[in-house]
């Protein structure tokens, strides 16, 4: 096993991974791996769920990951993405930016000048945690949670940003929305973005986003 590597496991059903970045790559080979039947990467760990009766080893996970490791991994993309900041979509802007003391216009400006790096992905299909944000910028999710948010809106919460890829429920504070399709069944890779990817947001009016 890689030096550095630490697996433990958390339950009969699930292991914790930590000491390897969450890429593309390590992510593939554990899924490779006879016994094992989902990877959830995070930030700080990737959690590891297996069939008990496999026989799944802590060595092989750690030795597929040590070859990982030696490996170049894919490289990452740049993604530039318009998005409206302005009514209706801006549903929480004002809040934000009363939160960080500053005007609708700073928080945007501050919003679209960071460049974000993919941090993972989850809690949704093509929901990327976007990590960068400006600590001024960190906002906590919504006391209560929308039963709805649209495709496209884009949001703040705690240290990340991210963009729904598919309409559903959220608590993210919402404070713009993009036309870009980020996840779509249609195409080989459905999620746009991947771990480690590079994300930039560009401000468009509304009149060129409904055009």
């Known amino acids: 096993m890689a030096e550095g590597i630490r697996i433990e496991w958390t339950s009969e059903r699930s292991l914790r991974v930590q000491g390897v970045a969450s890429t593309p790559s390590a992510v593939s080979a554990l899924r490779g791996l006879p016994g094992v039947l989902d990877v959830a990467p995070a930030e700080a760990a990737m959690f590891v769920r297996v069939d008990p009766l496999a026989g799944v080893a802590i060595d092989q996970i750690g030795n597929a990951l040590g070859s990982v490791g030696k490996q170049a991994d894919i490289e990452p993309r740049t993604h530039e993405i318009p998005v409206c ?38 809690f949704a299909p093509g929901f990327g945690y976007l990590g960068g944000l400006p600590d001024s910028l960190h906002v906590p999710r919504l006391a209560s949670p929308r039963t709805r948010v649209e495709a496209g ?59």
Do not use: Q
């Open 153 to 211: 809106s884009v949001g703040i919460a705690g240290p990340y940003s991210g963009v729904y890829g598919l309409a559903g429920p959220g608590g993210w504070r919402i404070i713009g929305r993009t036309k870009t399709v980020m996840f779509g069944v249609e195409r080989s890779e459905p999620a746009l973005l991947r771990a480690g990817d590079v994300v930039r947001f560009r401000p468009v009016g509304l009149r060129e986003f409904e055009a």
């Open 85 to 122: 900041y302005e009514h209706p979509h801006a549903l929480d802007l004002a809040e934000v930016a009363e939160h960080a003391g500053m005007s609708t216009s700073d928080v945007i400006n501050l919003h679209a000048s960071t460049e974000f790096t993919v941090k993972f992905l989850g």
